[in-house]
């Protein structure tokens, strides 16, 4: 079975600076790769997503993420945060119709 | 505007009773997922219908049952409501297949007393 791992539970950026959020995944083959972002009591929107070609694959809201085969790691990055980009980030991998989600990386935003 | 609805958005029940929340859509698609999220955890898959199929997943409790009477309308049925339960009940739509991300709609805050 597939799974996700999200190393960081909770990061804090200063607004303006540049921000990387991890991904791990496991999987035999190549999954496909999407990141949500929540907002508090929201739903999940998606950010971008990944099937194949291109390796760095751009998204909504300024965000990027770049999937390594090697490293089995597929990691979002924005090069300038804004405060409104405080939430909750999930990456998730869909095998056979099915999508399972990391614990989700909790962004905070310093003015 | 509005692709995937959920109703009510804050639901009250009591330990015992049970509580349907729903879910529509007007996005035509073709499958529908309930995730259980609680506080600062991963979304859930409690189950998901392909069309009429219905797919559940091993681990959901039978407490939990799912109607999908037609293509827009999805509900989650709870009919014991525990404490445990207290949760985000997450509705998802997707086209079909791997490739399709899902569309979530704003959730449904349980409490239960």
């Known amino acids: 079975a597939q799974s996700v791992t999200q190393p960081d539970i909770h990061i804090t950026v200063s607004e303006g600076a540049s921000l990387e959020l991890r991904c791990n995944y496991s999987?035999?083959?190549?999954?496909?790769l999407f990141w949500y972002v929540q907002s508090p009591g929201q739903g999940l929107q998606l950010l971008l997503k990944?099937?194949?070609?291109?390796?760095l694959v751009q998204g909504i809201k300024g965000f990027e993420a770049e999937f390594k085969r090697s490293q089995s790691s597929f990691n979002l990055r924005k090069p300038s945060v804004h405060w409104s980009d405080a939430a909750e980030y999930f990456c998730?991998?869909?095998?056979?119709?099915?999508?399972?989600f990391g614990d989700g990386t909790t962004l905070t935003v310093k003015p | 505007d509005a692709m995937v609805i959920q109703n009510p958005r804050y639901q009250v029940t009591q330990f015992g009773k049970p509580v349907t929340l729903s879910c529509s859509q007007t996005?035509?698609?073709?499958?529908m997922y309930w995730y259980q999220q609680k506080s600062s955890q991963a979304p859930k898959l409690l189950f998901h219908?392909?069309?009429?199929?219905?797919?559940n997943e091993a681990d959901t409790p039978d407490n939990f049952q799912s109607r999908r009477p037609n293509t827009s309308f999805c509900f989650l049925d709870i009919r014991s409501p525990g404490l445990g339960d207290a949760a985000m009940y997450l509705c998802?739509?997707?086209?079909?297949?791997?490739?399709?991300?899902?569309?979530f709609g704003p959730g449904t805050r349980l409490t239960v007393t």
């Open positions: 998802a739509t997707s086209r079909a297949g791997d490739s399709d991300e899902q569309y």
């Open positions: 999987y035999g083959a190549t999954p496909y």
């Open positions: 990944y099937f194949s070609g291109d390796t």
């Open positions: 998730a991998v869909a095998v056979a119709g099915k999508s399972t």
């Open positions: 996005l035509n698609h073709n499958v």
């Open positions: 219908y392909y069309d009429k199929d219905f797919n």
